[in-house]
T-cell receptor, first 112, second 115 residues
Framework: SQKIEQNSEALNIQEGKTATLTCNYT??????LQWYRQDPGRGPVFLLL?????EEKRKERLKVTFDTTLKQSLFHITASQPADSATYLC???????????FGKGTRLSVIA | GAGVSQSPSNKVTEKGKDVELRCDPI?????LYWYRQSLGQGLEFLIY????????KSGLPSDRFSAERTGGSVSTLTIQRTQQEDSAVYLC?????????????FGPGTRLTVL
């Protein structure tokens, strides 16, 4: 079965630096890969979607890359701020009516 | 407009009791999803409703779990004879989707604690 690994459970970073979170998967590549943000006590909020045939997507300070050779997506937050502190989840969609497969998430803490 | 709402926000129950969790999706969203999130675990898919189609129940962990969606809107997730391992946050999401690829909008979840 498909496995997803997000690089670490927790990542601490200094304010102003670029945070880089990793999502690795096994077996075959998904058609889409999504990134969500989840704050404590809340449901996940959709951030970005990247398709199999796209290498990079940007939205304001966020950038997502998708490397099907490495079977990896990287999620970058540039000029990070304490308000960016949250858990970030990646989710993979394959095809048809298969459910999204979520990673366990990486808890990002941006320290002022 | 209003987002996805869930009730109750917290539920504490005794082992063996039945519980019902409610989800009100965003108006006009045809797809509705239930997930379970246990401590330190990723979101686990439970069940998916899409329009008038038969629901995809492939993620339900046992026959103690069931869900229905009335009138294509509100959904209720029922857990019968609750066990301690059912303790988790139960999340509902909805989307305009005709497939899993579309953006899902999540509710705040119901935290279930089984004593």
């Amino acid at each position: 079965s498909q496995k997803i690994e997000q690089n670490s459970e927790a990542l601490n970073i200094q304010e102003g630096k670029t945070a880089t979170l990793t999502c690795n998967y096994t077996n075959y590549s998904p058609a889409y890969l999504q990134w969500y943000r989840q704050d404590p006590g809340r449901g996940p909020v959709f951030l970005l979607l990247i398709r199999e045939n796209e290498e990079e997507k940007r939205k304001e300070r966020l950038k997502v890359t998708f490397d099907t050779t490495l079977k990896q997506s990287l999620f970058h937050i540039t000029a990070s701020q304490p308000a960016d502190s949250a858990t970030y989840l990646c989710a993979l969609y394959y095809s048809g009516n298969t459910p999204l497969v979520f990673g366990k998430g990486t808890r990002l803490s941006v320290i002022a | 407009g209003a987002g996805v709402s869930q009730s109750p926000s917290n539920k504490v129950t005794e082992k063996g009791k039945d519980v019902e969790l409610r989800c009100d999706p965003i108006s006009g969203h045809t797809a509705l999803y239930w997930y379970r999130q246990s401590l330190g675990q990723g979101l686990e898919f439970l069940i998916y409703f899409q329009g008038n189609s038969a629901p995809d129940k492939s993620g339900l962990p046992s026959d103690r779990f069931s869900a229905e969606r009335t009138g294509g809107s509100v959904s209720t997730l029922t857990i019968q004879r609750t066990q301690q391992e059912d303790s988790a946050v139960y999340l509902c999401a909805s989307s305009l989707a005709r497939s899993w690829a579309d953006t899902q909008y999540f509710g705040p979840g119901t935290r279930l604690t089984v004593l």
